[in-house]
């Protein structure tokens, strides 16, 4: 699967799909050469539920009033908006209901009405006893369900959820991995082709289909007009928040990755306006060439001005993580400044080229450790060691 096919430019406007913004209770179907309206209060009362031309049908009916009875499954035979009902029912905008054939006589009809209500009675009892998670202890915890997002797991493959991205299948990029915003069934794809995203993509041991079922992700409705379903291609596919500071406001995107960033929040400053394609600073880095061979004590002594691109990246990722990481922050009552803003003025320093060398830039990050840990010996520990590691993995050192 090309992946790169899913993260096309957010600053282009979407094509919205055309899709009929009818009445909930209803849908547009085609069957053959007939065009009708599908009312969904008959349908899940197992009655004539197809109104075309004057008259009423039922799905098996109209199969053969558009000609299409050699098929004998009406559940591919008539469609929605060029969608067959079958792929309806298996993403859970329809339910699957067992329609009579006509030509039963009407003993063979209560038999299996008889049986058909006992079966529905089984199932429901089946829900509500699997509903049933009081008791027993083997029931689940809903607790850890709540919150905005949830981890997700697809085989080998995992994520973050968004639950306010959640549509449906195929509706809603949700999914964060480390590189790209997905769809669930874009998701299935990376690790199981063959796979149901209901079933395979996982949430703290729970299949998505079962956090339907229990209201913990809302199922939006086959024909839902909002923003997320109308425009499937090129929706939703950077994040809500900006990268450093994990606020919301006027973003400018990455074409690359997901990630978007406040114009002043990003390293160098982003020009939102300027006219094609916009890539981060960890893309451009990412992709730069550096065949060069160099030691820690070679890089340190260097002027900043050959390694600036080095410099912005591994401060970007020291800002992101000074606004959750509990290892920069300041003591109660403390008078010390807080970490982002400490970093704000290495950030400023760095724009101003007031470092001469490498080694400058860093000693100045370590003195903001030591200003804003609350516990001097764990904290600063961790972060100089979280230091160590960027910096090794930024400037590739061998």
């Known amino acids: 699967m090309e992946l790169s096919s899913l993260c096309t430019s957010k600053k282009k406007q979407a094509k919205r799909q055309n899709f009929p913004r009818l009445n909930k209770s209803q849908l547009p179907v085609t069957c053959g050469c007939k065009d009708g309206v599908l009312h969904l209060k008959k349908y899940y009362n197992k009655q004539k539920c197809i109104f075309s031309e004057g008259q009423w049908f039922k799905p098996t009916e109209f199969e053969r009033f558009g000609m299409m009875e050699r098929n004998k499954k009406w559940r591919t035979s008539i469609l929605c908006s060029g969608i067959p009902l079958q792929k309806l029912i298996q993403d859970g905008f329809l339910s699957s209901i067992n329609f009579m054939k006509c030509k039963v006589q009407e ?42 997002t949830l981890p997700v797991t697809c085989g080998s493959e995992s994520g973050i959820l968004h639950k306010h991205r959640f549509a449906s299948g195929r509706c809603g990029r949700c999914i964060r991995t480390e590189n790209f915003w997905l769809s669930p069934e874009d998701f299935v794809r990376l690790n199981k082709p063959d796979g149901t995203w209901r079933k395979d993509i996982v949430a703290h041991g729970k299949p998505l289909g079962k956090l339907i079922t229990k209201r913990v992700l809302e199922l ?64 451009v880095m990412k992709n730069m060439e550096d065949s060069s061979q160099k030691t820690q004590q070679d890089v340190l002594s260097s002027p900043v001005s050959q390694y600036t691109l080095h410099c912005q990246c591994l401060l970007l990722h020291l800002l992101h993580e000074s606004v959750t990481d509990p290892c920069i922050n300041v003591p109660e009552n403390s008078e010390n400044i807080c970490g982002p803003i400490m970093l704000g003025r290495v950030k400023m320093n760095l724009k101003n080229d007031d470092y001469q060398t490498v080694q400058q830039f860093l000693s100045d990050i370590e003195y903001t450790f030591h200003h804003c840990t609350s516990n001097r010996d764990n904290d600063f520990s961790k972060m100089t060691s979280r230091l160590k590691e960027l910096f090794e993995t930024i400037f590739r050192l061998l």
Not at 116 to 143: A, C, H, P, R, Y
Not at 242 to 270: K, M, T, Y
Request: glycine letters at 10%; charged letters at 25%; proline letters at 4%.
């Open 107 to 148: 003993t063979q009809n209560k038999k299996s009405s008889v049986g058909l209500e006992q079966q529905d009675e089984k199932i429901n009892d089946n829900q509500e006893n699997d509903n049933d998670d009081g008791g027993g202890g083997g029931g689940i915890d809903m607790s850890m369900f709540e919150g905005p």
């Open 220 to 283: 939006h409705t086959v024909n839902c007009d909002c923003e997320i379903c109308q425009e499937l291609d090129q929706y939703l596919q950077n994040d809500d928040v900006c990268f450093v500071c994990d606020s919301e406001g006027d973003l400018v995107c990455c074409d690359e990755c997901p990630r978007a960033f406040h114009s002043q929040c990003h390293i160098p400053a982003a020009d939102g306006d300027s006219p094609g394609q916009w890539s981060c600073t960890f893309c």
